[in-house]
């Protein structure tokens, strides 16, 4: 590996906070402030409590502690650690002081650390038992290295020997038995170790796909499959027969669909997976969705809605009773945009129901239930129960079928405020698909308050982000929805560490708000066309999935490739 790329920042000893006001990064005022917070609130230093203010970026603090300690800023993006290094600190540890080993020159290690504090190296010092040599980078960049570096399907060959060795030795139904009995047998740990790295990768989903010759592993990483692992396909039936025990599911039944529901607690992260499997040529598929419970709830702003639409949206979730429904496809981002909404409305003096499957989200103060079927609770029964219980407002998971859109848009009508979801293309379609499934145009048009559309598109990598010269479909895709060129130029990610290598890195929402206004509600009750509806909504403000994505291209946020790829509306 080549040496890691630093960069050298001129030694200055001193305390941070006086370093942190001669470089001009924070005044007094603010550092003695930042002081009496993390006196109050031991266990944070006061690099970390200005970050937390919004005072200093990490980057910045990165530079100042290099000055401070008289050591190198180190360029993560580029620098890949050598796998005889990283040996040397395991990920848990790794994870726990921010640190990572780079490479070992010359029997010293070269350690990449977020903090060089005293504690810190001395903790290091006895972890590695070798003479280092430490290098500052921000912590969010060691934090993505680590992730990269520290993969947990790198011991599943071992694994998939000892399962084959067991497999000649032992054939047929009682094999699957045994292997899915014992914690230490091998198809265990692959499973375990599967859904481990799922996590660590910060994929939503699993497939486990069989294939002629091998078990295809893929993860969805950013709305974008990845193959990730090839294992034999005589491991086909034990994986699945694995996942189907912890999912409660029955091992026997091979032909037809199942679904099941896994709680684990994996790297101190608490773990909802949702466990769907089909026969498909070859054997079983199964998808696990992973729903990552330590995961943060966002607020509104955060999730990318323009100021302007989270303005007009947050002033119809404060209607006292209609109903907004939130559109888009499987994998869009609905139930997060439904979760944030109530976020925005919970009070103590509204009583607020759901009914979800699953339950993604456990909110403190919300009664929620989960949809059983074998219990009896679907959400056209758990709907009416809801309604006796004296409620405010009512988030109904999904409207999978007229009954259960019946008893939402009729609960709307008589004084409750109803949240749900619904697969449409955009605002207008979702209003046809209620029309479509037999609900009266004039129900419709005077229970729906507005319908936000949205999908979900990746954010080209801050850390490579490079300009380009788009192709020629683009430019085509880009004069479509009438966008403009960039003043900077179109910009792509090349490609990093920090990305694997994509280019992309997270997502953010694209929003489609369609308020049914007067207007609106007589082409309802006109049943008046999918164009003629779009043509009134575009006429009285409305901006549409495809305008969002052309400002989100004109400001650097996404590439037009991605744009192309995931805004496939065609209405104008």
């Known amino acids: 590996m080549p040496p890691p790329q630093t960069k050298p920042v001129p030694g200055r000893r001193g305390r941070l906070g006086e370093l942190l006001v001669e470089a001009k990064l924070a005044t007094p005022e603010q550092v003695r402030a930042a002081v009496d917070e993390a006196q109050r ?14 005072v200093l970026d990490e980057r910045d603090l990165a530079w100042v502690l290099a000055r401070q300690y008289g050591l190198d800023v180190v360029d993560l993006r580029a620098v890949r650690p050598d796998a005889e290094a990283t040996k040397l600190l395991s990920y848990n540890q790794a994870s726990e002081l921010t640190a990572i080993p780079l490479s070992v020159r010359d029997g010293t290690v070269v350690v990449a650390v977020a903090d060089p504090a005293a504690d810190v190296l001395a903790r290091l010092q006895e972890a590695i038992g070798r003479p280092l040599a430490l290098a500052v980078a921000p912590p969010s960049d060691i934090a993505f290295v680590i992730g990269a570096a520290y993969r947990a399907l790198s011991g599943i ?65 950013d709305g974008a499959l990845h193959d990730v692992l090839d294992l034999p396909g005589s491991m086909g039936p034990s994986i699945v027969s694995r996942i189907k025990v912890l999912a409660a599911m029955n091992i026997v039944e091979r032909r037809r669909p199942q679904d099941g529901q896994i709680s684990l607690t994996i790297e101190g992260r608490a773990v909802d997976i949702r466990v769907a499997s089909t026969a498909v040529v070859g054997g079983e598929k199964v998808v696990l969705r992973l729903l990552d419970k330590s995961r943060p709830l966002f607020h509104l702003r955060e999730l990318g809605m323009p100021e302007n639409t989270v303005t007009r949206y947050t002033g119809l979730l404060r209607s006292p009773y209609g109903m907004v429904i939130c559109a888009g496809p499987t994998g869009s981002g609905k139930t ?36 059983n079927e074998q219990a009896g609770i679907t959400f056209a029964n758990g709907l009416r129960s809801i309604l006796r219980q004296d409620p405010d407002v009512i988030l109904v998971g999904e409207v999978r079928d007229v009954e259960t859109a019946r008893i939402a848009v009729q609960s709307a009508l008589t004084g409750h405020f109803v949240l749900s979801s619904l697969h449409a293309a955009d605002a207008a379609s979702a209003l046809h698909r209620l029309l479509d499934m037999g609900i009266e145009t004039f129900l419709v048009a005077s229970a729906i308050t507005a319908v936000l559309a949205q999908r979900l598109v990746r954010r080209v990598c801050t850390y490579c982000r490079e300009t380009y010269q788009p192709t020629s479909d683009e430019l085509s895709f880009l004069a479509a929805i ?11 990610g090349a ?19 369609l308020p049914v206004g007067d207007a609106v509600r007589e082409l309802i009750v006109e049943r008046a066309t999918y164009t003629e509806i779009r043509k009134i909504a575009r006429y009285h403000g409305m901006r549409s999935l495809q305008d969002e994505a052309a400002r989100l291209v004109e400001t650097g946020v996404t590439s037009l490739a991605e744009a192309m790829r995931s805004i496939y509306v065609t209405g104008s």
Not at 41 to 54: D, T
Not at 167 to 186: C, L
Not at 358 to 368: G, H, K, M, R
Not at 502 to 507: E, H, N, Q, S
């Open 482 to 492: 009438e966008g403009k060129v960039p003043a900077d130029g179109f910009v792509r």
């Open 41 to 54: 609130s031991p266990g944070k230093r006061l690099g970390e409590r200005l970050i937390e203010l919004g």
């Open 157 to 221: 060959r071992s694994r998939v020997k000892a399962f084959e060795a067991r497999d000649m030795a032992r054939k047929g139904a009682a094999a699957t038995d045994a292997v899915t009995a014992s914690e230490d047998a091998p198809v265990v740990q692959v499973v375990h170790l599967i859904i481990t790295q799922a996590l660590r990768d910060r994929a939503s989903d699993v497939h486990i796909e069989p294939q002629s010759e091998r078990i295809r592993v893929r993860y969805r990483i």
């Open 495 to 513: 490609g990093c560490n920090f990305c694997s290598q994509t280019g992309y890195l997270d997502r953010i929402g694209v929003y489609e708000l």
């Open 336 to 371: 997060t945009t439904l979760y944030s909404s109530l976020n925005e409305i919970n009070s103590p003096d509204r009583n607020i129901m759901t009914i979800e499957d699953p339950v993604e989200y456990t909110f403190p103060a919300i009664n929620q239930i989960q949809i």
